[in-house]
């Protein structure tokens, strides 16, 4: 997921003191690339640009909840940049990422952002809604540096400088229960559940479903756990106990995977629906297995790794050339998008003569039609707004590329289209 919040409102308040402190834990090495700052053919340059590099950062998970998510999305995003450069760079300059993995720690995302600020253009990657939100203020007034995160909670919006690209959690919730109603037998009257980790992530999918079931005559029966729960049973009892027709789970691949597997062993047969972090393809080799080719679906901001159109298989050959090693999953969708919509970005600034933050930014907010063969257009230009409305619905099958088919091509539900998110 692709990323997602595992702390508390008042927790996410508190990290803004972390601004104070200085350096970070890193386990990835940067990018080649380093020197004076320069300006060549007129462009204007700033922080980020130094002698013939641009310099982009990602703050990213490889040791912690999202080690699996993190690891694919930077991975995605080395390839972006090393095939970016072999075409020649931007504006002639060589593009490098600085990679600092925070491991989901809060202080470690704090200090990584602030070590990481002066020395970028801006970032490509910030796994975690709260750690974003942390910085939001200081990103909002004085560094004012691009921010593409891997996160999509409708907090995060009405920033020029954050740009949700695709989705945010309420909308995309909206959109899942929207398939329960059309595709599962869901109706006036009837009762959904909804297990959701405290905190931006579940608290904004909560809102998303809250406002369809008041739309649909629907009752929501709530079930708030934390990330360190990673046993379903007395959720699915609770559930199974209150006569819900469906459940919504807005957490983790564990979390999901548990919940669904013991809804089958306990004879619990109601459809699952999952955002798009609550599910990892490596699931499938485990005892949840069957069930979840069963009964679990997941709302997508694009079209999964295994998609049948031409910019998807190019991106399989090149990732599994790249590293041959690693599972293909929608973490690379993820952080393939997030980096070319950074790497356009840097483009039009280019043909702007303007490569400094304001410059990208300014860049990255002309662009309203943004499609890179995934299956959603996005559109960049009203930062109040997240970049899609859009979701497409997937079901687990180990058979296909990445563990994931298509249920329900991309689209946005009335319900969705409606919504304003804060509203």
Request: glycine fraction near 12%; include cysteine; proline fraction near 4%.
């Amino acid at each position: 997921m692709i990323t997602t919040t595992y702390v508390t409102r008042t927790a996410a308040g508190a990290l803004a003191a972390l601004l104070v402190l200085a350096g970070c834990s890193s386990k990835a090495k940067d990018s080649d690339g380093d020197g004076d700052k320069a300006s060549a053919g007129g462009v204007k340059t700033g922080e980020g640009v130094s002698g013939k590099t641009i310099t982009l950062g990602a703050l990213t998970d490889m040791t912690g909840v999202y080690a699996t998510l993190g690891k694919s999305v930077t991975q995605a995003q080395q390839l972006y940049v090393k095939q970016l450069n072999a075409a020649g760079g931007v504006c002639g300059y060589k593009v490098a990422l600085a990679v600092r993995d925070h491991g989901y720690d809060p202080q470690k995302a704090v200090s990584g952002y602030t070590e990481l600020e002066p020395k970028v253009l801006g970032f490509t990657q910030f796994i975690g809604s709260p750690f974003v939100a942390a910085v939001k203020q200081r990103i909002d007034g004085q560094d004012k540096g691009l921010v593409l995160p891997q996160a999509w909670s409708a907090a995060l919006l009405g920033s020029p400088y954050i740009r949700v690209i695709g989705s945010t959690y309420d909308i995309e919730t909206i959109n899942a229960v929207d398939f329960l109603i059309k595709e599962k037998g869901i109706k006036k009257g009837d009762r959904i559940g909804h297990v959701y980790f405290e905190g931006d992530y579940g608290e904004s999918a909560l809102v998303g479903s809250q406002h369809i079931a008041k739309e649909a005559g629907l009752t929501v029966v709530e079930q708030k756990i934390k990330p360190t729960d990673n046993d379903m049973t007395a959720q699915v009892t609770a559930l199974k106990k209150a006569g819900v027709k469906a459940v919504v789970i807005s957490a983790g691949p564990r979390q999901a995977a548990s919940l669904v597997g013991v809804a089958a062993a306990s004879g619990f047969d109601v459809p699952v629906i999952g955002n798009n972090s609550a599910f990892a393809p490596q699931l499938l080799a485990t005892q949840a297995g069957p069930a979840l080719m069963k009964n679990y679906y997941v709302a997508s901001p694009s079209l999964p790794i295994g998609a049948d159109t031409p910019e998807a298989k190019k991106l399989v050959v090149d990732y599994r050339s790249a590293y041959p090693d690693d599972a293909l999953d929608n973490g690379i969708v993820a952080g393939w998008t997030a980096a070319s919509a950074f790497g356009e970005a840097l483009k039009k600034a280019c043909t702007n003569k303007d490569l400094t933050r304001e410059g990208v930014d300014k860049a990255l907010l002309s662009i309203n039609s943004y499609d890179i063969g995934f299956g959603v257009t996005q559109d960049f230009t009203d930062p109040k707004a997240p970049s899609s409305r859009e979701s497409v619905i997937l079901q687990p099958d180990k058979s296909l590329t990445g563990g994931m088919k298509v249920v329900r091509e991309a689209g946005a539900s009335e319900a969705a289209q409606a919504y304003t998110p804060g509203a």
